[in-house]
């Protein structure tokens, strides 16, 4: 079975997606509309911005972590 990750890590998660599809910070600011400040607070765990996760998740963040099998659950 599969990592099982705690919300306290998905913001690395997120970056190591981010950085393996080619992007920087300010692209994924860009795209939801915030500064990439706010996009680097989520990154490091300390803002949960649900917006910027939901970015994570629809450029295919799960597809990603199945590849490395991690999952948010069980």
Do not use: T
Request: a negative charge; charged letters at 20%.
């Amino acid at each position: 079975m599969g990592n099982i990750i705690k919300l306290i890590n998905i913001g690395s998660i997120c970056r190591d997606f981010r950085i393996h599809l080619g992007y920087q910070q300010y692209h994924v600011a860009s795209a939801i509309g915030c500064s990439k400040e706010l996009v680097s607070a989520f990154e490091c765990g300390r803002d949960n911005n649900a917006v910027i996760f939901s970015w994570y998740i629809e450029n295919g963040l799960e597809s990603y972590m199945f590849e490395r099998g991690l999952s948010f659950n069980g």
